[in-house]
């Protein structure tokens, strides 16, 4: 089965500004095989015999974006203007000992439908009873890297384990997907885990071929902390615990020192980097121009339903975008070619993905996001030398923009249209599910 995308704006992100405009994408199965000027795919016999042609005049064709750092969730809006550690106390951790599995794979079915209709092609979720997750990311058919949240310190036994993170990698669910949905290690945090967690999930990840995902250096309270407890900065004490590397992505990273920025590089370690999250709780401005500069690769993460309030990776970049000129006060960083490179390769390269997914090449999987140019707010529409779509996408353009997501070649949203969920089923049971928590929290024993 070959598709033609033709005739759209095409941004590949194979390097900077390379646009093809008007161009074309040819996908054959789950690849892309071609990518191009139109009249170039127009006159190759493999496009011109497609089995379907998609004309994309008006929109712009990009890869599909990648969500670096997720929690599945139903909090969204109940919790605001707490601080950030008194609100996971009294607040999260709670919801946490009420959720059931039931619950969580309804959370997971739900932020993965939202991602998709936004144009995320790929995320990495850190939740629980993750298999769950992975059947209704399998489901929906959008490439997913779960994460179970374990805690194993004092007075977190609620969370996941080890053992139960052991067992959602036994389980393989990339082997039945093709690759798409991948088991990690996730670890809550340096204070929720105890070092023998680190040790664990350092051998698993070994043992596994598989990568470590962990939250860090969110707030300056947790620097501090960080050196009284331990007579290190987080970064310097994970690196110490054995877990920073290539296939380490650690969220947040506001508050680094060069050290620091230094030892992720060296190691290859990636970031997850949310800019409304860290806006929302006031956590503060990460330094995302000194670690793109060193070399790290920073991909771009919602964080949960909860401290965001939304999945929309387009509204994300204009954030990541705006959070750096406000901090740096530079209005010459935050560009949007970097920024878009940040939600799509840099995104893949984060996560270990991008010898198949994060540009549109030959050889690649259709991992492909189309996104209408024709509202008021993304008029006008200039070319040549007076090019404006990559600022469009970035600072102009939302979710609701998303016309069609491909993954691995498959159609999952077509004219804004799901075609693998139903979005009032998935509302409703969310709905439902939602109810059923905030009640099971209600009736919980006090402390
Ligand atoms: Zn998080």
New binding site residues.
């Given amino acids: 089965m070959r598709t033609l995308l033709r005739g759209g704006i095409v941004l590949p992100m194979t390097g900077r500004a390379v646009v093809f405009d008007p161009g074309s994408v040819l996908i054959d199965g789950t690849d892309i095989v071609a990518v191009g000027p139109v009249a170039e795919l127009d006159a190759d016999p493999r496009g011109a015999d497609a089995d379907e042609v998609v004309n994309l005049g008006g929109h712009a064709v990009l890869p599909g974006l990648h969500n670096c750092?997720l929690?599945s969730g139903l909090l969204r809006g109940t919790a605001e203007s707490m601080s950030l550690w008194d609100w996971l106390k009294t607040y999260v951790d709670p919801a946490h000992r009420a959720l059931t599995p039931e619950i969580a794979a309804v959370a997971s079915r739900h932020c993965y439908a939202e991602g998709v209709l936004a144009g995320t092609t790929s995320v990495m979720d850190?939740w629980r009873f993750m298999e769950g997750s992975a059947a209704a990311a399998a489901a929906i058919g959008i490439r997913a890297t779960l994460v179970p949240y374990v805690a194993d310190a004092p007075g977190y036994d609620y969370f996941e384990s080890i053992e139960s993170n052991r067992k959602l990698l036994e389980t393989r669910p990339d082997a039945s997907t093709d690759g798409r949905v991948r088991a990690w290690i996730g670890l809550e945090h340096l204070f929720y885990c105890t070092p023998a967690a680190f040790r664990a999930a350092a051998g698993l990840a070994e043992e596994f071929v598989t990568g470590i995902h962990t939250?860090s250096s969110e707030t300056i309270w947790e620097v501090q902390e960080s050196l009284a407890r331990f007579g290190a900065r987080p970064i310097e004490e994970m690196f110490r615990r054995g877990i920073l590397g290539p296939r380490t992505v650690i969220?947040h990273c506001v508050w680094l020192d060069d050290r620091e920025i230094e030892l992720l590089a060296q190691t290859g370690t990636s970031v997850a980097h949310c800019p409304c999250s860290n806006m929302k709780l006031s956590s503060g401005p990460a330094r995302v121009g000194a670690m793109r500069a060193a070399g790290v690769a920073v991909g771009l993460g919602s964080?949960?339903e909860k401290e965001n309030n939304n999945l929309d990776l387009l509204e994300e970049m204009k954030f990541a975008s705006l959070l750096q000129k406000v901090s740096t006060l530079d209005p010459t960083t935050g560009d949007p070619w970097d920024i878009l490179a940040m939600a799509t390769i840099d995104g893949a390269r984060a996560l270990g993905l991008d010898d198949r997914t994060g540009s549109l090449a030959p050889g690649k999987r259709a991992d492909i996001v189309t996104v209408s140019l024709a509202g008021l707010h993304t008029t006008p529409v200039l070319h040549g030398a007076d090019f404006n779509v990559a600022a469009h996408l970035v600072f102009s353009a939302c979710g609701h923009d998303v016309r069609d997501v491909w993954v691995d070649g498959r159609r999952l949203v077509a004219g804004g249209r799901p075609l693998t969920f139903d979005v009032d089923a998935v509302r409703a049971e969310s709905q439902a599910a939602a109810e059923d928590l905030f009640a099971r929290r209600a009736a919980l024993p006090a402390e």
């Fill in positions: 750092h929690h850190m939250h969220a964080d949960g």
